[in-house]
């Protein structure tokens, strides 16, 4: 730990422990050893918690084995006065459920980490620069994820942060995408061989996450934007992308 930061507890709370979720909930609980009194949570449906699903199952034995308690919830059947009983619990709320909960899920969670007594939370919007994407596009859920961002820069009562990640990496192999052809040994620009994208995989979001999570001097009221592999979009604020890079090429060569 550098001589810049500060040791404070916090309470942490993580929904969804898939495929963001889960790197996500290790390298939070590897940095919370560092500071004394940090818990970390992970909501989770009744339903994944008592799954028989050989995946699933090994992802709550993780889970356990990291000490990181698990809260019974669910994102889509609760309302949002629910949601934010729930959040009410902690400091810090992160979300990792991604677009699956569907269209309205991100404005019900925004609204319950509002009307929750939190101190920051983190909104799903790992993922394009919504900013730089606008509203209208072909995606419905990218307009769901901009009026999230008005919402909170809307206000003052809850710090939040949001981390810009470009699609990630595992996603241009999605045969629904039609990128990465592997039967037929083909790939497919995005729209023209001028395209220019940013990619990051999982694990290395998740790693860079906890960094801004824990962070001195506190982190609040900003984008960061993080980046793998990248052609360097145009328009991209490429200063915290290398200032995170840098800093978790530091920490992984100690």
Known sequence: MSSMQTPQAQSILVIGAGELGM?????????????????ISVLLRAATVE????AKQRDIFEIRELGIEIVPGDIVASTISGL??????FDTVIGCAGFSAGRNTPMKLAKAALEANLKRYFPWQFGVDFDVTGCGSPQDLFDAQIDVRDLLRAQDKRDWVVI???????FLFEPIF?????EKNVVNALGSLDTEVTLTTPDDIGALTAEVVFAQPTIRNEIIYL???????????????????????????N
């Open 227 to 253: 980046a793998g592999d990248t052609d360097l979009r145009r328009g991209c604020r490429q200063a915290p992308e290398r200032a995170w890079a840098s800093a978790y090429e530091s920490r992984m060569d």
């Open 23 to 39: 790197p996500v909930l290790r390298n939070l609980a590897r940095k919370a050893k560092d500071y004394q009194g940090t818990t």
């Open 51 to 54: 799954s028989t699903d050989p």
């Open 84 to 89: 934010a009983t729930i959040f009410a619990r």
């Open 178 to 182: 039609g990128v990465v052809d592997l």
């Open 164 to 170: 810009s990640t470009g699609m990630f990496t595992s």
